[in-house]
């Protein structure tokens, strides 16, 4: 294979393109902390909050970042859970994101971690299409598209399709029924239908220029608990689905957004800023 002239090398690698992730600021393990105080104060366990946190963090793409969030969340609970509740909502984060920062954080996540969480972390895979599951998985894809959408999932559906006939299709049976819809077979780590609309309202709120999305999902949250399809264990989910709970949840977002970037606001499509020759 031939080798990249160094002049080529440079520009992919110019600052202004921003080619590397954002470092870990300062303080950044306490103000988790602090955040995970404040979510108990108001009854929301530590599944929702983290799910938030995770979310939003792999969006920042700040994976020392990320390992100061598992730090500051661990001893709330068992670390190898901890450790499969981040690193699952990390991959549905694909769905919301794109692949490349899950990738990258993903790696980063799992080198961070003791030998003795990683050496228990599940090696089974759960998401492969098979003729004997792919009917299900695209029935768990239209279940969930249905309870986020109605009324409105098929008249939606119709106008992603009048903008490219695969588009509908890609969403509902790759993203929707082979991601965001939980395998049967899941048991370590699981985001179920609750957590699953946290990710993604955190995911979006945290890319900016996404604001029909973003509510579209707060919606969703909301019709978890009208349509029955919430888990019943979700500690503070019900409350975060409410005025008072969203509003909470997109003002923490926001609050880790403004830490991870000095008040620069968000990481995920800021343009680049060439410098002047």
Same mark, same amino acid.
């Given at each position: 294979?031939?080798?990249?002239?160094?002049?080529?090398?440079?520009?992919?690698?110019?600052?202004?393109? =921003?080619?590397?992730?954002?470092?870990?600021?300062?303080g950044?393990k306490?103000?988790?902390?602090?955040?995970?105080?404040?979510?108990?104060a108001? +009854?929301?366990?530590?599944?929702a909050?983290?799910?938030?946190?995770?979310?939003?963090?792999?969006t920042?793409?700040?994976?020392?970042?990320?390992?100061?969030?598992?730090?500051?969340?661990?001893?709330e609970?068992?670390?190898? $859970? !901890?450790?499969?509740?981040?690193?699952?909502?990390?991959?549905?984060?694909?769905?919301?994101?794109?692949v490349? =920062?899950?990738?990258?954080?993903?790696?980063?996540?799992?080198?961070?971690l003791?030998?003795?969480v990683?050496?228990?972390?599940? !090696? !089974?895979p759960?998401?492969i299409?098979?003729? $004997?599951?792919?009917t299900?998985m695209?029935?768990?894809? $239209?279940?969930?598209?249905?309870?986020?959408?109605?009324?409105?999932?098929?008249?939606?559906?119709?106008?992603?399709?009048?903008?490219?006939?695969?588009?509908?299709?890609?969403?509902?049976?790759?993203?929707?029924?082979?991601?965001?819809?939980?395998?049967?077979?899941?048991?370590?780590?699981?985001?179920?239908?609750?957590?699953?609309?946290?990710?993604?309202?955190?995911?979006?709120?945290?890319? !900016?220029?996404?604001?029909?999305?973003?509510?579209?999902h707060?919606?969703?949250?909301?019709k978890?608990?009208k349509?029955g399809?919430?888990?019943?264990?979700?500690?503070g989910?019900?409350?975060?689905?409410?005025?008072?709970?969203?509003?909470?949840?997109?003002?923490?977002?926001?609050?880790?957004?403004?830490?991870?970037?000095?008040?620069? +606001?968000?990481?995920?499509?800021?343009?680049?800023?060439k410098?002047?020759?």
């Amino acid at each position: 294979m031939s080798k990249l002239s160094p002049a080529l090398k440079e520009l992919i690698n110019a600052p202004f393109a =921003r080619p590397g992730a954002l470092p870990a600021p300062p303080g950044i393990k306490a103000f988790y902390q602090n955040l995970a105080k404040d979510a108990k104060a108001r +009854g929301v366990g530590v599944p929702a909050w983290l799910s938030m946190a995770t979310a939003t963090t792999m969006t920042m793409n700040s994976p020392d970042s990320l390992s100061e969030l598992y730090q500051a969340a661990s001893p709330e609970g068992d670390a190898v $859970q !901890t450790a499969e509740l981040m690193r699952e909502v990390g991959l549905k984060c694909i769905g919301f994101n794109g692949v490349p =920062r899950t990738i990258n954080m993903l790696n980063a996540f799992r080198a961070s971690l003791p030998e003795k969480v990683t050496s228990s972390l599940s !090696t !089974t895979p759960t998401r492969i299409p098979s003729p $004997q599951n792919i009917t299900s998985m695209s029935a768990r894809g $239209q279940d969930l598209w249905k309870s986020i959408y109605d009324p409105f999932d098929k008249k939606l559906y119709s106008k992603l399709a009048d903008s490219h006939p695969d588009l509908p299709v890609h969403i509902l049976h790759s993203e929707y029924g082979a991601l965001f819809a939980d395998p049967e077979e899941k048991v370590q780590g699981k985001v179920g239908r609750v957590l699953t609309s946290v990710v993604a309202v955190s995911c979006l709120r945290t890319q !900016t220029g996404v604001g029909p999305q973003v509510l579209s999902h707060v919606f969703g949250l909301r019709k978890a608990f009208k349509d029955g399809s919430a888990e019943g264990d979700v500690e503070g989910g019900e409350w975060l689905a409410g005025d008072e709970g969203s509003v909470w949840l997109l003002e923490k977002v926001d609050g880790i957004v403004e830490v991870l970037s000095g008040g620069k +606001g968000s990481s995920y499509a800021p343009g680049s800023i060439k410098a002047k020759l």
